[in-house]
């Protein structure tokens, strides 16, 4: 039934056989690319990002397999709770020894839009409150822009929490007591240009984090 079904529809046709003339045309140039590949990885850049179908990260940023390790889920949240988001930071960090940590978020991001308005978008009202409460708590000065920016100061705004929460996780706080060189940095992709925006908001070292956090 699944290669009926597989043999009969032009999209998931057209994906494997992109993928065939992928596989052949690396191993024409490199004939040992996927013995290496399978070896193992090393990637320096953890990169959390929005699911958004058009954050294709391989693309925009011109990495290979191997090279980033990755985790996405609607508007590049990560709640300081969620055993998913964590188990990535930890994974990376620990055992991948990334040496960076890239939150990113992006311009017309449709859940940053929805945390926005008072329409029901089911689930996903439990996922994006804490978004619409970053709203609330900083609306006069996103109200005070022109409507079309709105949206997009928002994301930046909860880039930069994210930024927050990642640089305060014991995880990270052990790695630079061990004296590792890890950053943890806020980017934007912008859509309508296609290039990334680094927000400035990087955290380096834990002299950057309140004493509060840093357990021991």
Known sequence: MASEVQSSNSTIQNVIQNNKEWVTEVQANNPDYFTNLAK?????????GCS????AVDVLTQTKPGDVFIHRNI????PSE???ALSVIEYAVKHLKVEHIIVAGHTSCGGIKAAMSNSSVGILDHWLRPIKDLYVANQQ????LPEAERADRLGELNVVQGVNTVSKLPVVLDAWKEGRELYVHGWMLQLHTGLLKDLDVSVTSPKQVDNIYQLN
């Open 52 to 55: 958004d179908s058009r954050m």
């Open 75 to 78: 508007a590049n949240r990560i």
């Open 82 to 84: 969620d055993l998913s």
């Open 141 to 144: 000065e996103i109200d005070e």
């Open 40 to 48: 193992g990885q090393s990637p320096k850049l953890l990169w959390i």
